[in-house]
């Protein structure tokens, strides 16, 4: 059955019957990796879920933001650029907030 094991030395997460024999980041040894406890490996889990989740959201963000540029710039009347620029501004704050909670995932070791 496959764990999760850290690096005590740099944070890293293995996957795998067991700990590696060195770090694939810092290539600290074999015994300074801990394994996780179930509650601990299910955290990292659905976080690597969520963070996922935010990525996309951000990606989404974006392309909103770049459609909105568009309509922007085609400027067929004001009530419709007002509603453009509108979303893009709603956009930014969407990624930032996604950007800041994968911030906070990485912050507390989910990721």
Request: aromatic share 6%; charged share 35%; net charge negative.
């Amino acid at each position: 059955m496959k764990k999760l094991f850290k690096c005590g030395v740099c944070g890293y997460l293995h996957e795998g019957v067991e700990a590696p024999d060195k770090c694939p980041k810092c290539g600290a040894p074999k015994e300074k990796f801990t394994e996780l406890s179930e509650a601990d490996a299910k955290k990292v889990y659905d976080s690597d879920r969520t963070n996922s989740i935010h990525m996309e959201l951000v990606s989404l963000a974006e392309a909103i933001a770049d459609l909105c540029e568009e309509g922007i710039e085609i400027d067929l009347d004001p009530p419709c650029v007002a509603l453009f620029k509108n979303a893009k501004d709603e956009a930014w704050v969407i990624k930032q907030r996604s950007k800041a909670e994968i911030a906070s995932h990485v912050g507390k070791g989910k990721w």
